[in-house]
């Protein structure tokens, strides 16, 4: 039974697609259009969008206004990631603003359940997901209700910090929580991922794979090929 569920596992993690969702805060926003462009060329298929609020991470980045101001131009999926307190306020801003997938901390809520519910009641895909400090089992009650899953592998804030390994445990745990129960839910891993440790967020069980240094750092659509390249490598 042991290696039929292997295999089961291994067939399943080949069988879901893929997916790049370059992170726009690492973006050069005088030409995000461009470089928006540049990237669904390219072959990513997400824009990831880092929305922060000076409370819940001590950054600020942006917010509704600039999602809107993409809206309609682009045929990437906005997947935004809600580093904000009570999330559950702004679900409606974002879906009218164009978001497709909204992603919030299982931190940031004062009733998650609720907060699931109201992205669902706005026509949005739900997100859930935790900092690198929060145990996969709070994701329980919560596995057949979200379409995705966001791993952080580093602590939410900023861009360009350092892929942090224990991360990769989790992902396995949670997929494996996920075959279990039968569900192909997209697992995403946000946070210091680049060409040269994909490979191991890829074979831990992840299928969407956040990059924004390392896919805006340099040449944004050489940057882009390469990792789906990989991607493609042993599909
Ligand atoms: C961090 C954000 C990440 C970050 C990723 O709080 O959630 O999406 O922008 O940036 P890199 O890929 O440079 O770590
Ligand atoms: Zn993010």
Known sequence: ALLE???MIKGDKRMMERILAPS???ADFKVLGEQMELCEKSGAKYLHFDVMDGMFVKNLSFGVPVLASIQ???GLVMDV???IEEPIRYAEAFANAGADILTVHYEACENLQETVDKIHACGMKAGITIKPDTP???LMPYLDQAEMFLIMSVEPGKGGQKFIPESLEKIRTLRALLEERGLHTDIEVDGGIGLDNVKTVLDAGANVIVAG???FKGDLSENVSEFVRIFEEDE
Do not use: E, F, P, R
């Open 5 to 7: 569920q292997d295999v």
């Open 24 to 26: 726009i805060l690492s």
């Open 72 to 74: 309609g131009h682009t």
């Open 81 to 83: 990631h809600l580093m």
């Open 136 to 138: 996969v089992d709070v």
């Open 213 to 215: 240094s390392a896919v």
